[in-house]
């Protein structure tokens, strides 16, 4: 279980994914600095200089989904001479979870109609207790299709974990009716106005729970920012006390309500996650991309920029009038938007909710850049890409193939190997080829919109670059044992194990990262010479008390967990660098020795100048770490106590 991190052999996990996805497709070897193959051994140091600027020749980055960072390490407690920003530090709750001496600071608020969206409350009343959580979706449940299965056997249709983990896709059902009060939370209807911890004696850290709202203008709403509300310590005025009240009142459906301000005991929980950041790195100041959800924040990820709507070869189109979002409040509701659209015109402000943005952003004193184009149709919520898994255009409401640049394009100019990995990939192409088979049927748990190479018409739209770079999670594994793994590897977790809300669970995030670890291990060569960042998507909707900084009309959003495994951020040490997904293009280009994807993608940003006071504010906004702060490549252990490099776990 994990529960109790340990090593354990996938064989029989691999052979699984063997018997389910079908043959693995072959994976270029490593590039090395002669064009041979990367055997796992220790290239020259000068020959691994002049290909990396650092000892990291490999970098594996693995994204979960919809965690913010005080949701998950509300009460995590870092190691002897390291300091960290969460809701304990901060007196907001007590280690036991329970309300601290500066609980107000977490309080929500309610606000009555407005004629029109706004992104700063103009009038709000905090709410005497806070709204309950509820179930939402989450599986009432088991069940034979879906999460959590009825058997261990229907389980096994899982490949991606451990077989012994595969019993956590049979546990967690809520017990309760959809869209109920969670009545697993302790005290759920008569909960304080602040935070709360969501497990307890009734709800256990193994359990689905109800998703709530993380779409792009409600997100912007929840943050309530004003240059109104600026502070030294808080330069961009955003409160974020508007989380609950969005939820219940954009839409007419109950939308998770209370669920924002849930958050885990590490005394209990993310046991795995603890463990890590408390053996290598983790950041307190790593933030999502862009307000809102999935999609945007992997575009972001693999871009530095945001695509657009096209006619497929890189010339701007308006998309159909009701796919436009327009966030203003339709007639007799409260906040109920007239159109919660996916494309958004942020270069014109007479268009429904770009004001109130463009004109915040302005304010500022530093003057960040809304980064619009006129013409322009940005994805600003979840839409699929426009081709299929197999390489087929998609029809329907989809991103026509996107010209945007990616880092793939950056590092095949270069020579530099990669690959993206997808959980359930084979399967999912299978699907896309018209198979019937129940071997296959995990392949609806692929993430299309998780890809930001599908939507690439440059690797998405070339049968050659497809086959080379767009692989399965169970490729990574085989790569890892047989020292082909890329240069640079993006690693997506299946649906069913990605810890998203409803759907999934952390436990089940954190068994899918042992098979990779595992594998690092029994590869130490390798292992020496490659850095594993784990990240989250975007915060799910859950509340954060961290900073965030705004650098143009699609984000910053909330702070989402960061941790670097590697020989080189062993320590425990917490980096309060301001960073986010595209922190990951700039590692990868200064290691590199490559230059920013365009002359508009955020990789241009420089890196933050910490303020001695106030590390988490950058004094030369708009700014973003490249993370080599992170990592201590000199002769010492620049994170205090020393640690043997012995494995990632207990064993």
Excluded at 34 to 46: L, N, P, V, Y
Aim: proline share 9%; with cysteine; aromatic share 10%.
């Amino acid at each position: 279980m994990i529960q109790k991190p340990r090593l354990k052999k996938i064989t029989a996990a691999i052979s699984v994914g063997l018997m389910l996805v079908g043959p693995l497709q072959s994976i270029p070897l490593a590039y090395a600095e002669d064009g041979g193959r990367d055997d796992g051994g220790s290239r020259s140091d000068e020959g691994r200089r002049q290909r990396t600027e650092t000892p990291i020749e490999h970098v594996i980055v693995v994204i979960g989904e919809n965690r913010s960072f005080d949701h998950t390490f509300a009460t995590y407690q870092p190691k002897h001479g390291q300091t960290i920003s969460n809701l304990l530090s901060k007196g907001i709750v007590r280690a036991d979870g329970t309300p601290g001496p500066n609980f107000g600071q977490g309080a929500q608020f309610t606000v009555p109609p407005q004629p029109s969206f706004y992104i700063a409350a103009p009038a709000k009343t905090p709410y005497p207790i806070l709204p309950a959580p509820d179930t939402n979706g989450a599986p009432t449940a088991p069940r034979d299709t879906s999460p959590p299965f009825k058997t261990a056997a229907e389980a096994a249709v899982e490949p991606d974990v451990e077989v012994a983990d595969q019993v956590l896709l049979t546990t967690g059902a809520t017990g309760l009716p959809t869209r109920s009060v969670d009545t697993r939370v302790t005290n759920a209807a008569f909960l304080p106005n602040g935070p709360f911890q969501l497990t307890g004696p009734m709800m256990p850290y193994d359990a689905y729970t109800g998703d709530t709202i993380h779409r792009f203008y409600q997100m912007w709403q929840q943050e309530d920012c004003s240059v109104n509300h600026v502070t030294r310590d808080n330069p961009s005025g955003c409160l974020a006390d508007l989380f609950p009240f969005v939820n219940t009142t954009f839409n007419t459906a109950d939308n998770g309500v209370g669920n924002p301000m849930a958050f885990f005991n590490v005394k209990d929980d993310v046991p795995f996650l603890k463990q890590l950041a408390g053996e290598f790195a983790m950041s307190d100041n790593f933030h999502q991309s862009v307000m809102g959800g999935t999609a945007a924040n992997h575009v972001m990820l693999g871009s530095g920029d945001m695509v657009y709507f096209s006619d497929g070869n890189g010339k701007a189109l308006t998309p159909a009038a009701n796919l436009i979002a327009n966030p203003n409040p339709r007639p007799g509701t409260n906040n109920n938007y007239t159109i919660d659209g996916n494309w958004a015109s942020c270069a014109d402000t007479a268009q429904p909710g770009v004001a109130p943005i463009v004109s915040y952003l302005a304010a500022l004193p530093y003057r960040p850049k809304p980064n619009c184009e006129a013409g322009h149709f940005y994805m600003i919520n979840n839409i699929n890409p426009g081709f299929r898994p197999n390489g087929q255009l998609a029809t329907g409401n989809v991103v026509p193939p996107s010209t945007r640049r990616t880092i793939g394009d950056a590092l095949n100019e270069k020579n530099i190997s990669w690959a993206y990995f997808g959980g359930a990939f084979n399967a999912a192409v299978n699907l896309a080829n018209g198979s019937t088979s129940i071997a296959d049927a995990i392949g609806a748990a692929y993430c299309q919109i998780c890809n930001p190479f599908q939507y690439a018409k440059s690797i998405m739209g070339d049968p050659a670059q497809r086959a080379a770079h767009i692989k399965d999670v169970a490729d990574l594994i085989v790569s890892i044992d047989g020292n082909t793994l890329p240069e640079v590897s993006f690693v997506k977790p299946d649906g069913l194990l990605d810890g998203h809300p409803q759907s999934s669970k952390v436990d089940l995030f954190e068994a899918f990262m042992k098979p990779i670890l595992d594998g690092l291990d029994r590869n130490p060569k390798l292992k020496e010479k490659t850095a594993v960042f784990i990240a989250f998507d975007e915060g799910g909707g859950y509340w954060d008390s961290g900073f965030v900084q705004p650098l143009d009309f699609f984000g910053d959003g909330t702070r989402i967990p960061f941790i670097v495994i590697s020989k080189f951020s062993r320590g425990g040490k917490v980096s309060h660098s301001y960073a986010d997904h595209v922190s990951v293009l700039k590692f990868i280009e200064r290691n590199w020795h490559l230059a920013p994807l365009t002359a508009r993608s955020r990789d241009n940003l420089p890196n933050p100048i910490e303020r001695r006071d106030t590390p988490w504010v950058p004094a030369n906004m708009p700014a973003l770490s490249d993370l080599f702060d992170m990592f201590h490549f000199g002769d010492g252990d620049e994170h205090g106590e020393h640690h043997s490099d012995d494995g990632h776990g207990e064993h």
